[in-house]
């Protein structure tokens, strides 16, 4: 057995069962070992901020890295944007990154590179595995620090020769932390402040935002009248008819202040203190109210599912006061983003994944679809567009069995469209919707925020995406991806209506 | 004058005229500057690989840095595969990567990540600036830095409130170092090994492989009998009828041994020791003949034409063996690699430039025009596929009056095809023609030479683009280029010929 099987052995015995791809000669090894494990699913992607941005929703929805093959650190670096979304989604990934064979680092061929450099800013785990009597081992414990923190991202560097050298066999899987519990103390701190008449809010993130929590969060809500919150971009929420609602906090700093401004205790439940994007001229970049207490009743790191529900389980038994709120109808009329929610609320299939990177589209769809049938949101969790389209491959991936629905704007969806091409080769039951509004249009409006407009001719070619138009339907036919263009929001509910009818590929342009 | 117009005066006093962008909010400023100073082109990508990459082939055209415009360390990784081949190429560029502002770093936002980390594996030069009063000066020195070491990338680090705070106005232009000059006794040494009847050769690069310079070594090896080499992938060549001709080391590593097996003294001139791209078990990783002497006639960081063209003038005159080859017929039966090399040796328009990223069909497309219409190669310097469309929208930007082919495999042409839109929105002069054999082929056989084979299905999955094919025709029309598929050479040839005749995009899918 050489090194490269023991590794994959391992890596399928700690319960890794896909591999996102895009290998290159140093992976060689690691690819033919894929069929003597058989257990792996191999996943090809054209570009690694794919591979990478899938073991990302692949994470968020599985709970549980998928690993991805990188080709040097010059495959690594493409997949860097998508890696820093999963490193801010606190997800566990894997990285399997091949290198030159040791000996041959010391001639600098053309390929060569800092890969643990590369790796860092992104990945709070690196190691470069020594031996091949050794690498099926370094993925264990690779593994395991996917699974650590929380979830967070762990790049095995694995050289040439110790893939192709010999090993003894697989190493044991290690048991990865447990979370820490939640601090007694900590939660008497909360007990006391939701019973002190303060305006209270519990902001709340990961498994806190599954329906389990919400349903405990809204129970504390009943009983306390505490405000329940989500990150503008949570990793991932259960939201939709018959599942408590949270309010999102608003994406500018203004606003976020403004919606912050009545709260005198923030609880942060595997949350951190809201701060917004960007900073702007004269406008403040801490949003709390001035005076706002700010305690932790979990931290990122802990289970903050187990945290509300061991709350509610404290507080005197307020009931939810969820009476379901009826779907929307499907529109008719106007086509904007606002009737495209609208019916994408009336139409949603019943447990659909809902991957986000429609940038200034968002929000009218996420209103739109607040009483839509049951599902979950994968949002843009690094601020790194091009995220979308991948997170999708990965979703489908975890959840055969749900309708993956990717919303994308199209100067997102243009910084990895090759998604498209292994949607279409695995079949993915996945329908992207492309917002084509031919424009940066997040920028449009943030060059008059941060001061610089008015700006002149050259600046605003940089924000237009008008010239010339992009084809997404030719695209995602060119890539195999069935395809169509809605210009009416009869048209669009037609199309989208049959989409989530039927499975498989899709994609419809929307020219707004 | 904010710091972002003091910036953007100065870069264009040191020479700037260009810059390849795909800024977010953090580059408003920047951005609304161009028009304020108005003589730097502002070009849009869609992915900022293509801004790397454009910047990579304008600087081995025009011998001088292009400035690119990343947002933030998200930015800037998308764009690290290609500057890791810039690096290589060892050309001068210049990153402006725009930041947080220095006081919204504290709250870690989302997108805030470790733009300096991310920055040094690809950037021998990064710096930070840290005021408004400062950043003019700043990015002189970035510039300077560029031209440095004989060409290097350099990375400026723009945090908002330095775009946007106040500047006293454009800094002065520093001159760069000065290329160190060719030592007296370096250039006895090879004089004296050059007439000791050695069996010699002269690895050249840099802009000894330009035409004046290879007309000066033509002159010493007609005089001295050294052999005349350039590496695999030389960051720019001249070649063609009339122009002196270079072996090219092949790629295999026995390939590469058994080509320098009777050299016993290599002398390199702005190149270093050729190696391999790979290392493979049991086969030799050091390719020079035992004994072999190595002698430095020029380091990369210096002038590597003007070291040729002293030692030309130091020995007898030789006369350039020159006779130029007739220009290969326009072929007729069989469609390959072959023919249509033959076919573009036969058709290419004078003074073209050949962008390659064409992999296995490289070699079949050298040969065929190895004695064509004078012009220049850019090869991929650094083994990371997805230069070749973003180097032709640099090299046509830098070079308006030259037409510009861009030859790519199908599996390269996926990493970077937003490049298609840049190329089809500055309606570049651009023919672009793929070689879609529906496979990565090199790693088919690759798979074979590191021992992996053979493999079973899920291992051919990874190194087969058939499922679906893509249909290139319909992607670069999908953004905007006119594009037809040839599969005979006599459609081929047609196609080229009306390319070569005709300016602005078009694309030619290649099935073989």
Redesign the interface.
Known sequence: MNG?QALVHTLANCGVDVCF?N????E??F??A???V?TIR?V?A??E?VATGAADGYARMAGKPAATLLHL???L??G??N???AR?AGVPMLNIVGD??T??LQ?????T??IV??A???SPWVYRSLTSAQLAHDGARAVAAAHAEGGQVATLIVP??TA?GDADGPALPINPPQPQAIAPDAQDRVVEALAGGHRTALLMRGRALHREGLEAAARIAAATGARLLCDT?APRLDRGAGIPAVERIPYFAEMMTRFLADIDTLILVGA??P?????Y?DKP??CLAPGCRVLHLAYPEQDSAAAVLALADRLPGGKSPLAPAPRPERPTGAFNVHSIGQAMGALLKDAAIICDDAATASGAILAGTANAAPHTHLAL????I?SGLPMAVGAAIACPDRKVVCISGD?SA??T??AL?TI??EKLDVTVIIFANRSYR??QI??ER????P?????H?????S?????????A????VESARATTIDAFCDLFAGAMRRPGPYLIEVAI
């Open positions: 490269a791809a290998p290159g000669t140093s060689m090894h690819v033919a894929l069929d003597i058989g191999p090809l054209l570009f901020g650190g010059a495959g670096g493409n860097l944007a890696l820093h979304n801010r030159h064979a000996g041959h001639y600098d061929a053309p390929l590179s800092d450099g590369i860092r800013p992104v040439a020769d192709w971009f951190r203190v701060v917004p994007f960007f900073a001229p970049g801490w969790t690094g601020g790194a091009g100067g243009m910084y469209p090759q091409w279409a080769r997040i920028l943030e060059l941060v001061g610089a407009a700006a002149g001719p050259m600046a070619t940089m924000l237009d995406l010239d010339p138009t992009i084809d997404f339907v030719g695209l036919l060119s890539m195999g």
